[in-house]
């Protein structure tokens, strides 16, 4: 089902707003939800000549298809612990969709649904325009790590206790690199962050963990 999200009941942005999200993700969101992600369908309305073809399947590309119908979208979903609310949305548009999970889903849901939903875009465009893409499964994976990343930079908690050393990237002469910081927590306890990319800077993988030992940084890092 697809249409003018006037038409549908208004979504409560302010909560939306609130969420704890980076700000590009929300932005993304009011996107989704005002229907003007330049998704094929989109674009092809006001450009003739842009194919409106879904890059995954060819099948016409609106949101609700590159985020839910396509089976390229339904193979991130359907094995994930989201797709209870990828259920939700089943023969609505992206406005009943979101009004849906506002309604029944609780902040923490809806946070890691609507950052996956982000990364399937972000995905949809790395293949549309590097013709790559990461596995299915990987989506889920990444879009939570990244929240978790983004988490912690926001913890008020986590308090950075570096020396004064700087170093410059260099990048490997194969393989891959780890660049990993370290930080001592407020309430005791060391947090660690690793970051892979590979020789053309690429993001290949980021990991967070926390224990309980308090160690200092220099330590943590090695």
Known sequence: MNGSPEQYEPIDWSRLWHLQLPPKVRVFV?????????TG???????????DECPFCGLVE??????????????????S??????SMGEDQNC?????????????????????????????????QFNNRKLEEWEVVER??????????????????ARSNRR???????????????????KNGGTGVGMVVRDKERKFVMAVVRRTRVTWQPE???A
């Open 30 to 38: 009011w996107r989704w939800g005002s229907n003007i992600l330049p």
């Open 41 to 51: 369908g989109n674009l092809a309305k006001r450009i003739p000549e842009v194919s």
């Open 62 to 79: 609106t949101q609700e298809h590159i985020t839910r119908d396509c089976d390229w979208a339904g193979r991130i979903w359907r094995p």
């Open 81 to 86: 612990y989201l797709n209870k609310l990828f």
């Open 95 to 127: 406005v009943s969709w979101i009004c849906e999970l506002l309604d029944q889903a609780k902040d923490e849901e809806i946070c890691e649904f609507l950052i996956t939903v982000w990364f399937i875009w972000k995905e949809r465009n790395n293949h």
């Open 143 to 160: 879009a939570q790590l990244y929240l978790e990343e983004y988490r912690r930079a926001q913890d008020r908690d986590l308090q950075p």
């Open 167 to 185: 170093y410059k990237w260099e990048k490997p002469t194969m393989g891959y690199k780890a660049n990993v910081d370290a930080s001592v927590l």
């Open 219 to 221: 330590i943590a890092e």
